[in-house]
C-alpha cells in the first residue's frame, strides 16, 4: 500500500535484520535442541544467519504464564553448554502475575496485564539472573 492509501506491487532484496521466532505451534512446543537445530541447519542452508529467538510463551507454554520459567531453563541449559543457535528469548512479563478483563465501572488493577497473562516480575527476576548466568557459562566455554 503507498502512502497514499493505493494498492502496490513492492519488490523488496529482504530484510537482512529479520529473525525467526520459535514460538510453538499446533499447541506443542518448539524449543527442543533438536528442533532448534533443525530450524538453525534450514537458515543456514538458505544462506541466513543461523539464530533464533524462543519465546517462551504461546505454544512453548502451553499458553500458561506460569511455565514460561520453566522453558526458559531449558533454553537456557542448552545456552549454558555452548549453544549458539539461540540469540534471545521472549517473556510475557509484567509488574503482577496473570491478566484481567476490563468491565466498564471496574478500576484496573496496576501493573497486571490486560491481554495476554503474563508472569510477575517477582517470577522474571530469577529467569533472567539464570539466563545472564547461561550467557556468561557459554562464553567461558568459548562458544
Known amino acids: 500500500m503507498t502512502k497514499q492509501g493505493l494498492s502496490a506491487i513492492v519488490a523488496t532484496k529482504g530484510n537482512l535484520d529479520c529473525h525467526v521466532i520459535l ?42 504464564h506460569e511455565k514460561q520459567a520453566a522453558v526458559a531453563l531449558a533454553v537456557g541449559e542448552q545456552v549454558a553448554k555452548g549453544s549458539t543457535g539461540v540469540f534471545g ?7 503482577l502475575s496473570g491478566r484481567q478483563d476490563t468491565v466498564p465501572g471496574v478500576e484496573l488493577a496496576y501493573g497486571q496485564s490486560i491481554t495476554d497473562a503474563c508472569m510477575s516480575w517477582d517470577a522474571t527476576v530469577p529467569v533472567i539472573e539464570m539466563l545472564a548466568d547461561s550467557a556468561r557459562k557459554r562464553r567461558r566455554a568459548g562458544a
Not at 541447519?41 to 544462506?47: I, P, Q, V
Open 23 to 64: 514460538r510453538g505451534g499446533t499447541g506443542k512446543p518448539n524449543y527442543s535442541p533438536e528442533q532448534i537445530a533443525e530450524t538453525v541447519k534450514m537458515l543456514e542452508d538458505a544462506g541466513l544467519e543461523g539464530r533464533v529467538m524462543v519465546d517462551c510463551s504461546h505454544a512453548n507454554s502451553g499458553k500458561d
Open 89 to 95: 528469548l521472549m517473556l510475557e512479563s509484567f509488574l
